[in-house]
Every structure is written in structure tokens, then in C-alpha cells.
């Protein structure tokens, strides 16, 4: 069974996802925080639940789910996942930074690459890569059939969908990868965003306008 807690992170309020199972191994999902305080209060936390962060993945390239990763790997030594046709989107996020006047510094050490059905780790927790196109070239879910959750980056959204105005953006691939491999499972399976609250594939399904 996994523990999900969520933290807020930066302008742009991105959900950072600290997750772990009864091995008190940790996975962060996508590390958003932007100044020294915010990394103080994920780490902070972490001592304070005693675990020990074993992994960290990247949902997708915008910057803003990138602010804190150099910071983060450097202190814990680790080397984050990332989908393998994502890697070179994010080499922009340098120019993505200074677009939106971010202070950025880039994550420089190496990458453990995923695809479509890769396995990733959640704590000790196995999870399930999914591409999902469309908010960026090559965005990534991770689902956990076991606790019955999934981690949508910024393609799914309580009763919205990700911005495809954006570099690397395609609406119609976007909705594709939503309805084909989303939209399809279980319907009380929990969503975990990029942003806002979370979710449920039943509640998208009834409610959220582009979907519905």
C-alpha cells in the first residue's frame, strides 16, 4: 500500500508527489520546488517520516515540474527518470526559464530512460509508464494498478486537460492518449495531477467538459 502526500510548489503552484510504501522507500514525483525554503520543507519532511528517497521521476519537460531536480538529486545522489523521446525537450528548459523569468539551475548528470510499459519503482511499489503525448512531445503517466492511482503530469486535470498552446504541444494527440489509455481504466481509479486537486477517471468521464 502507498502513501501519496502532496506539496505546492513555485509560481506556478506545480503538485510535487512524495510517494512510499511500508519499506519507508520514497519516490518524488516530478520536483518542483524553486527556492532553498521549499526544498527545506520536502526535506524536512522526509526526516521527519524517516524515509529514504530511492528514486525520482519527471512527468515531462516544462520547467516549472523542473525547478528543484538539480537541487534534489545532488543532495540525495539520485539519478531521475524520464521518458526517453522527452530527454531532448528538455534540454529547452534553460529557454523555457528565462522566458517566464525563472530562476533555473539545469540538472547536468544522467538519465535513467523509460517508454511505454516500462516498469518504474514507487518506493519498492511497481508502477506502469504510460506515454501520454500532446502537453509536450513525450509526457508520461504513472499508474499503479496496485493502489489503484495514477500520476497524470499535466495531461489530465480535474475537470480540465493539459495546455497544448505551449512548445511541443498537439491537441488532437493529446485527447487521443487521454481516451485511449486513461479514459480506459478502472473508473474509481485515483488521479494524481500536475496541478489542482485530484481526481477520478469516473468524475472526468461525467463532468469535465472535454471529455463528457
Known amino acids: 500500500m502507498i502513501t501519496v502526500k502532496t506539496f505546492v510548489f513555485n509560481p ?33 519532511y522526509i526526516a521527519s517520516q524517516q524515509l529514504t528517497p530511492s528514486g525520482i521521476i519527471v512527468t515531462h519537460g516544462h520547467v516549472d515540474h523542473l525547478l ?25 528548459a534553460p529557454q523555457q526559464a528565462m522566458l517566464f523569468s525563472l530562476p533555473y539551475e539545469p540538472y547536468t548528470g544522467q538519465w535513467n530512460l523509460v517508454g511505454e510499459n516500462d516498469t518504474v519503482m514507487l518506493g519498492k511499489t511497481e508502477a ?37 498552446d505551449l512548445m511541443g504541444g498537439d491537441y488532437e494527440t493529446l485527447m487521443s492518449h487521454i481516451r485511449e489509455k486513461l479514459l480506459t481504466l478502472p473508473p474509481d481509479t485515483l488521479v494524481f495531477p ?13 463532468y469535465n467538459p472535454f471529455i463528457a
Not at 485530484?198 to 461525467?206: F, G, N, Q, R, W
Request: proline share 5%; glycine share 8%; aromatic share 10%.
Open 128 to 164: 506502469i509508464v504510460l506515454t501520454i503525448s500532446g502537453h509536450s512531445p513525450a509526457g508520461m503517466a504513472v499508474y499503479c494498478p496496485t493502489d489503484n492511482c495514477i500520476f497524470t503530469g499535466d495531461a489530465l486535470f480535474k475537470g480540465s486537460i493539459g495546455r497544448t
Open 68 to 92: 528543484g531536480l538539480e537541487r534534489i538529486c545532488s543532495w540525495y545522489r539520485l539519478q531521475p527518470v524520464v521518458h526517453r523521446d522527452e530527454l531532448d525537450f528538455i534540454q529547452t
Open 12 to 44: 506556478f503552484q506545480v503538485n510535487t508527489y512524495l510517494v512510499w510504501d511500508e519499506s519507508k522507500h520514497c519516490t518524488i514525483i516530478d520536483p518542483a520546488c524553486s527556492t532553498l525554503e521549499e526544498f527545506e520543507t520536502l526535506k524536512n
Open 194 to 206: 500536475g496541478h489542482g486537486p485530484h481526481t477520478t477517471i469516473a468524475y472526468e468521464l461525467k
